[in-house]
């Protein structure tokens, strides 16, 4: 099918795995071939202008880059999106760029998404519901989500999967996994295999949306009457493998976020921050997709969190482990038990000869803003710097360490969040925050927040026991 706007599905869909590689790898040339022409032209003009030249060759080869992954959807997308947040070390050009994948893909035909729905559903979208927007408000790496009213008269979004987004993901993790066998030159003891099957696992069951209905209805459930945690109600008849629909949620995108007083985007911070760590400590489960387009804002620390494809549930053992990290890590802030905790979890090899106190500073910095207790804010200077940490080829303990199942996610978490508070530049006692929610403390509240938050558990304990 041909998209009026120019855009022919198939290709969009690609689900082959030669194709998709070397759609990259033409990207690539473009990128280096515009940097050559650059490099020219600045060779024949005043200095003044020389830095003006550069700048537009990164615009145009990051607007490129964009644009293919765009077109790719799927992992390749997803990937953009992680790569548009994680490091603010990237040229501004190519992180505004990749910041579009977030939430503004190229959108099927309106014919197309009726198809699905109606292939899902068994009726045309306009009849099934009682009003039907055929134009998406919103599309990502594997559906676009269209405006509907049900005919009982609820406003909902309708989260329509992209056709062959499957076979994408097939291709792109077969890529993704001669990538990883690649790093063993770097990290000697990474065994790449489970990683490859875990994040395979997890993608695969972000394409089959009622997978993602039964994730959101867990958390849903969990925080209902929450008093600034909000997660939009599922409506499971009309919602299908590649269907998805949830009542419509109002709120404003994180760019206007940015643009609110640093104490409202504070209070965002701490909420997202309080969302995550009690979801895995309470629900041992993670949303794992932490990136800004999933979430809507209001005034006050309201959060409403979208996007449940990417859940990752953990063995209560498996919480107990990343307890006894913090534990020992922080809270007793004793090195050799911490070392003793990762090598069982299979983190760090057993009896590596590598010192203690430097594997303590390896993986010390993922518990850098809860080492002490104060204020600190989120820099972008800090959260590029985990980044680089983890990443560090030429650390001594890189060598000796992997990363078992149960932390793949995990890691993507933790790295995006600190991501996201770089960029609000949150300023939180986010220790205080953290003993609240670490199973071993269950401290008082440390905020207003916090206060809201106890009330609330009382109230719910209240309930479930009255």
């Known amino acids: ?72 959807k799927g992992l390749a997308a997803k990937l953009g999106q992680m790569a548009s947040y994680l490091d603010e070390t990237l040229p501004e050009a190519t992180r505004d760029a990749l910041a579009s994948l977030q939430s503004d893909m190229p ?5 197309t998404a009726a198809e699905v729905v109606r292939e899902e559903l068994g009726r045309h979208p306009a009849k099934l519901f009682a009003s039907w927007d055929p134009e998406p408000f ?12 049900t005919r009982s008269g609820l406003p909902v979004a309708v989260k329509v ?16 996994s001669m990538l990883f066998h690649a790093c063993k030159f770097a990290f000697p003891t990474l065994d790449p295999k489970p990683i490859v099957e875990e994040l395979y696992a997890r993608f695969r069951e972000e394409i089959d949306y009622r997978i993602e209905a039964a994730n959101q209805q867990l958390f849903c459930d969990h925080y209902q009457d929450h008093p600034f945690i909000h997660i939009p109600q599922v409506l499971h008849e009309l919602s299908s493998e590649r269907v998805l629909t949830t009542e419509m949620a109002s709120g404003s995108r994180f760019a206007e976020l940015l643009t609110w007083p640093q104490e409202e985007r504070d209070l965002a911070g701490e909420a997202i921050f309080r969302f995550v ?20 804002f209001r005034r006050g620390g309201r959060v409403t969190f979208l996007d ?22 922080v809270t007793d802030a004793d090195p050799e038990a911490f070392r003793r905790v990762i090598e069982k979890a299979g983190l760090l090899k057993p009896g590596a000869d590598v010192a203690t106190d430097d594997v303590a500073g390896y993986f010390g910095s993922f518990y850098e803003l809860v080492r002490e207790s104060r204020e600190i804010t989120v820099s ?23 990363v078992p199942p149960a932390f793949v996610i995990i890691q993507r978490i933790n790295l995006g969040l600190y991501a996201l508070l770089a960029q609000l530049g949150a300023g939180v006692n986010w220790r205080g925050v953290a003993e609240e929610l670490w199973p071993h403390v269950a401290g008082p509240p440390s905020s207003p927040l916090g206060t809201e938050e106890a009330n609330w558990q009382e109230r719910i304990g209240r309930q479930r026991t009255g």
């Not at 919103?138 to 009213?149: D, K, L, N, T």
């Not at 999967?161 to 792109?172: K, S």
């Not at 009690?278 to 979430?295: I, K, Q, V, W």
């Open 1 to 72: 099918m041909r998209d009026p706007r120019g855009m022919h599905w198939s290709r969009i869909a690609s689900t082959n795995r030669f194709s998709r590689t070397t759609g990259l790898a033409r990207t690539g040339l473009r990128m280096i071939a515009n940097r050559g022409v650059a490099a020219v032209r600045s060779s024949v003009v005043p200095r003044s202008k020389r830095e003006a030249i550069r700048d537009a060759a990164r615009r145009r080869s990051s607007e490129d880059l964009a644009a293919t992954l765009a077109a790719m």
């Open 107 to 111: 959108p099927m035909h309106p014919d």
């Open 138 to 149: 919103a599309a990502a790496s594997i559906g676009q989500v269209h405006r509907a009213v």
């Open 161 to 176: 999967q992209y056709p062959g987004i499957a076979g994408t993901v097939d291709a792109d993790m077969s890529t993704a």
């Open 277 to 296: 760590f009690r979801s895995l400590y309470t629900l041992n489960a993670f949303n794992g997709d932490p990136h800004p387009g999933n979430y809507l």
């Open 308 to 329: 449940f494809g990417l859940v990752k549930h953990f063995e209560p053992s498996e919480a107990a482990v990343f307890n006894d990290m913090v534990r020992t890590m």
């Open 380 to 402: 972008a200077e800090l959260a590029s710097a985990m980044v680089r940490s983890f990443t560090d080829t030429s650390n001594p303990v890189t060598k000796h360490t992997t």
